[in-house]
Antibody, heavy 121, light 110 residues
């Protein structure tokens, strides 16, 4: 059974940093691209970042580019998101998600339960 | 900046049929955008319903179907049930590793 478990959220002051983790199990982690998606309170879903299966390619939404860094450690089956320069508008539940199974893999097939990041003084 | 458009809200009677759409602020949605649809109830993670325009995810009832209608992606719910009342999001692949969600549609069943 595929499981994605996020952790690392919490309360942080504006300008602060946080590292989110997503522990993956139930599939061959090293062969799938992974994603971070966030949802501000009462708002819709927003794609944040993608990392390729190898970790060699990363992509970011304009809203977080230059401040957030996605990475992965296949030896630990864990996905990360480093959040720097946090702003109030980064307050959201952050979900990790897994890429779909080939050949029709252009979608997010499994989601974690999310971790809440609150940016406030 | 690309905006993916969805109806903010929609209402359907129990047992009725509803079609939610997903468009682009500029241009048409095509199969090359690999439209997918997600269902989300309050406080829960999204659940994958449809991918590649019209393929149901595992375990999704066949009363949910996806298509391309004209220049938009569409999600049709046939025989709406009370527990279909929640939020629905479309997701489009824009190329070059970029994904964009629609703003979501809140479906009411009454």
């Amino acid at each position: 059974e595929v499981q994605l478990v996020e952790s690392g959220g919490g309360l942080v002051q504006p300008g602060g940093s946080l590292r989110l983790s997503c522990a993956a199990s139930g599939f061959t982690f090293s062969t799938y691209a992974m994603y971070w998606v966030r949802q501000a309170p009462g708002r819709g879903l927003e794609w944040v970042s993608t990392i390729s299966a190898s970790g060699g390619s990363t992509y970011y939404a304009d809203s977080v580019k230059g401040r957030f860094t996605i990475s992965r450690d296949s030896s630990k089956n864990t996905l990360y998101l480093q959040l720097n320069g946090l702003r109030a508008e980064d307050t959201a539940v952050y979900y990790c998600a897994k890429r779909g199974v080939p050949p029709a893999s252009y979608y997010f097939d499994y989601w974690g339960q999310g971790t809440l990041v609150t940016v406030s003084s | 900046q690309t905006v993916v458009t969805q109806e903010p809200s929609f209402s359907v009677s129990p047992g009725g049929t509803v079609t939610l759409t997903c468009g682009l602020s500029s241009g048409s949605v095509s199969t090359s955008n690999y439209p997918s649809w997600y269902q989300q109830t309050p406080g829960q993670a999204p659940r994958t319903l449809i991918y590649s325009s019209n393929t149901r995810s595992s375990g999704v009832p066949d009363r949910f179907s996806g298509s391309i209608l004209g220049n938009k992606a569409a999600l049709t719910i046939t025989g709406a049930q009370a527990d279909d009342e929640c939020d629905y999001y479309c997701l489009l692949y824009m190329g070059s590793g970029i994904w964009v969600f629609g703003g979501g549609t809140r479906l009411t069943v009454l």
